[in-house]
């Protein structure tokens, strides 16, 4: 069964910087995905790396965050620049077994990280 640690999150001030780290005890997956929950919203994905290294992004992290991988690591990283307020939220990784594709649609994965707190403050 795969295992997902997220960490990297922390408090961070409005165009900061940061970047998490998700470390998958196994290599058996094809995509990796990032969500995020703000206070009070459902999660939204919001980033995804398929097998293929293809990222995906929404709109209003687009310019902003990149997603990447270190094999020898087992570890993807979401690096995000120019935070504001609204990125605040728990942010989770997830990991699909089977995907030709990525998706940030939740359904698509099927082991879960527990979060890592981010807050940007104005």
């Known amino acids: 069964q795969l295992q997902l640690v997220e960490s990297g999150g922390g408090l961070v001030q409005d165009g900061g910087s940061l970047r998490l780290s998700c470390s998958v005890s196994d290599s058996a997956y094809s995509a990796i995905g990032w969500f995020r929950q703000a206070p009070g919203k459902e999660r939204e994905g919001i980033s995804c790396l398929s097998s293929h290294d293809t990222p995906q992004y929404i709109d209003s992290v687009k310019g902003r965050f990149t997603v990447s991988r270190d094999y020898a690591k087992s570890t993807v990283y979401l690096q995000m620049n120019s935070l504001k307020p609204e990125d605040t939220g728990v942010y989770y990784c997830?990991?699909?077994?089977?995907?030709?594709?990525?998706?940030?649609?939740?359904?698509?994965?099927?082991?879960w990280g527990h979060g890592t707190q981010v807050t940007v403050s104005t």
């Open positions: 997830a990991a699909a077994l089977f995907a030709a594709y990525c998706s940030v649609v939740e359904t698509s994965y099927n082991y």
